[in-house]
């Protein structure tokens, strides 16, 4: 038998091997259970087989896989049924487990595990239906929930725990059984959005977590509550002991002298009447009658006109037109289109839509927050990249939507913010972006807000620099760009949503 015969024997063989070993290794590959949302900074992702890749937008995400962020990295997840979890900087994140097979709820198992930092967790639809088989390990604690939004912040030796909307269940990881859902050994606690200006707290050294006073744990820094300036002394007159009233005697004296004066003036008088020498009257005078002299006739001449000088004419003032200036209609957005994940838009807030809005004609997400995302138009058989002959340009705001959100006593007050004289410029030539606005409400008065940043291949603008953090989008043809901005203020937390176009 030749070796061409031997091949065609051994090709169909060979061929079902390959087909087996294909199989299982699909069956061994974990399968992919979301996607990042919105990558900022160094964020890597660590497979199980120990395969490193640099998170970008639109990044898979199996189970299984470690989420590592660097000093300025921030990721947001989205996951299969709904659910979202941001990792800040300085984090370490394991996705133990996230799947569902099929409508067996008992096999629902999501898992996850922080080993380091701030994570914030809003529970998807699998979460919600089967919240006994969700879990969140620290080193130190266990972490069950109940339909929830809520931030743990994590080390070594503790855990903190704040809670924004739901409830969870913290207790002790020593001794936790079983493996998914809450812990109640006896030592848990429970934290619910009605505990307000509470958080729990676990140290290793502790048998039972503790309710501690809240601090904001997804700020970098947190903000020292300045004393208020003591107020300035009033400096009253103080009265001259010394000096002494004597209106009252001022009355009497003036009384008196003009008493002494009347007296004085009579006895002057009197003298000057006794001393007078006799009056001696002279004889009359007698007066001839007046000479009346003849009438005088005065010739009166006509009067002589004289002619008016002329007036000269005023001179001709030519007054040259106002220029009025000229009010231009914001420009109309119609490639991009803001969702937001509230059911109803807040007070102030004209240009966000439902999902169901943002997503017609086909627009898919960019980026997004948890608040909103931004969906734009994606033409037929296009490869998602920035297409555009321009090296820059000017954008003008199309419109805008903002709030201030600060603490009442431990309770969340959102308030609107109004958003105007704004300024975008786009150098596609450097693919860098430089923004500003301002943003004035009642309560923090108006805040000028700056950001600049990286433009990507695929559009979407990486906030880098300024007083604020913005992250967005570019439309694929480069007419239309949106933006989200957020920014810490002594007076809260300043957030919103912005639109433009040329």
């Not at 005088?296 to 007054?319: C, D, E």
């Not at 957030?495 to 040329?502: A, E, H, V």
Request: charged content about 15%; glycine content about 10%; some cysteine.
């Amino acid at each position: 038998m030749n070796i061409s015969s031997l091949f065609l024997r051994l090709t169909p063989l060979a061929a079902l091997l390959v087909a087996l070993l294909g199989t299982a290794q699909a069956a061994t590959t974990p399968g992919v259970v979301g996607e990042a949302t919105l990558v900022i900074g160094e964020v890597r992702v660590i497979a199980v087989d120990g395969t490193v890749r640099v998170a970008d937008h639109g990044t898979a995400i199996r189970e299984g896989d470690r989420i590592e962020t660097g000093a300025g990295g921030h990721i947001h997840l989205r996951f299969v049924d709904g659910g979202r979890l941001s990792v800040r900087p300085l984090s370490r994140l394991q996705v133990e487990n996230y799947h569902r097979a099929g409508e067996q709820q008992a096999l629902t198992a999501i898992k996850f595990r922080l080993d380091e930092g701030v994570v914030r967790s809003i529970t998807g639809a699998w979460g919600e239906a089967e919240r006994e088989r969700f879990r969140l390990n620290t080193p130190v604690a266990a972490i069950g929930v109940k339909g929830t939004d809520f931030v743990v912040k994590s080390d070594v030796n503790n855990t903190l725990a704040s809670v924004y909307t739901g409830a969870i269940i913290l207790a002790p990881l020593s001794g936790c059984t079983p493996s998914l859902g809450p812990c109640r050994n006896g030592s848990e606690k429970l934290l619910t959005e009605d505990m307000k200006g509470q958080m729990l707290a676990l140290s290793r050294q502790q048998a039972s977590p503790q309710l501690v006073p809240a601090v904001d744990l997804l700020a970098q820094h947190i903000r020292p509550v300045m004393a208020e300036a003591p107020p300035r002394p009033d400096y009253a007159i103080k009265a001259d002991p010394t000096r002494v009233d004597i209106a009252g005697d001022k009355s009497v004296v003036g009384e008196s002298r003009a008493a002494d004066v009347v007296v004085s003036q009579a006895a002057s008088a009197a003298q000057q009447i006794q001393a007078a020498p006799p009056v001696v009257v002279p004889p009359p005078v007698v007066v001839p009658p007046p000479v009346v002299a003849p009438p005088v006739v005065v010739v009166v001449a006509p009067p002589v006109v004289v002619a008016p000088a002329p007036v000269p004419a005023p001179p001709v003032v030519v007054v040259a037109p106002v220029p009025v200036p000229v009010v231009l209609p914001p420009p109309v957005v119609t490639q991009l289109a803001w969702a937001r994940l509230a059911a109803v838009a807040a007070d102030g807030d004209t240009i966000s839509r439902s999902f169901a809005q943002a997503m017609e004609n086909g627009r898919q997400g960019t980026v997004g927050n948890f608040n909103f995302s931004l969906y734009r138009d994606v033409p037929a058989n296009s490869a998602g990249l920035l297409a555009t002959a321009d090296t820059s340009a000017n954008f003008r705001l199309a419109g805008g939507a903002a709030q201030l959100v600060w603490s009442d006593r431990g309770r969340d007050v959102a308030e609107a913010a109004h958003v105007d004289n704004g300024t975008l410029s786009v150098d596609f030539a450097r693919a860098t972006y430089a923004t500003q606005l301002n943003v004035s409400n009642p309560r923090m008065g108006t805040d000028n807000l700056t950001s600049n940043g990286a433009i990507k291949p695929n559009g979407v603008l990486q906030g880098q620099g300024g007083n604020a953090f913005t992250g967005g989008a570019l439309s694929l043809d480069g007419k239309e760009a949106g933006y989200f901005f957020d920014k810490s203020i002594a007076a809260g937390q300043l957030s919103g949503i912005t639109l433009w176009g040329r």
